[in-house]
């Protein structure tokens, strides 16, 4: 573990778990959870937020309900890297609402880019549209998945 982690004590770790399997638990439950006044559950949570630790609190949708059932992931390969190739690529793919995530990898390409599209019939037109537009990009490998075995993993605390 890094220094960070280190600082964090056993109730911590426990308002961490708690909160990623459910960030709507109320401060009762978590108090009550953890053996702590509500008080100091506040003030803990708070800190955890303050230092970092918690980043933001958000909603899980189900992506086939809104139209985006299909999720694919792109290896792309530049046609050359450079510092400003990157920069205008990073820039561009942020502005992309198809792509959940991106990331520059060490290998034989430079970027895996994870996106959901509503089905393998509009891949097409996504594939044009926004990843073969994105700037320097010489080749993509795209892998669909069929299926999830472990989506959405919680980070171990």
């Not at 793919?93 to 520059?104: D, I, N, Q, S, Y």
Request: charged residues 25%.
């Amino acid at each position: 573990m890094n220094a960070e982690a280190d600082d964090l004590d056993a109730v911590d770790r426990n308002l961490l778990r708690l909160l990623q399997e459910d960030g709507r638990r109320t401060t009762l439950d978590l108090a009550a959870r953890v053996g702590l006044s509500p008080t100091g559950t506040s003030l803990r949570v708070k800190r955890l937020f303050r230092e970092g630790y918690i980043t933001a609190v958000r909603a899980v949708l189900n992506p086939a309900k809104i139209g985006r059932g299909t999720l694919v992931f792109i290896e792309v390969r530049l046609d050359h890297t450079a510092p400003h190739i990157f920069e205008r690529f990073a820039e561009a793919v942020t502005k992309a609402p198809e792509v959940l995530e991106c990331h520059m990898v060490v290998g034989g390409f430079d970027y895996l880019v994870k996106a959901r599209i509503s089905e393998m019939a509009a891949y097409q037109d996504f594939l044009t549209r926004v990843i073969l537009a994105l700037p320097g990009v010489k080749e993509t490998h795209t892998y669909a998945s069929i299926g999830d075995v472990k989506p959405d993993a919680l980070l171990p605390v």
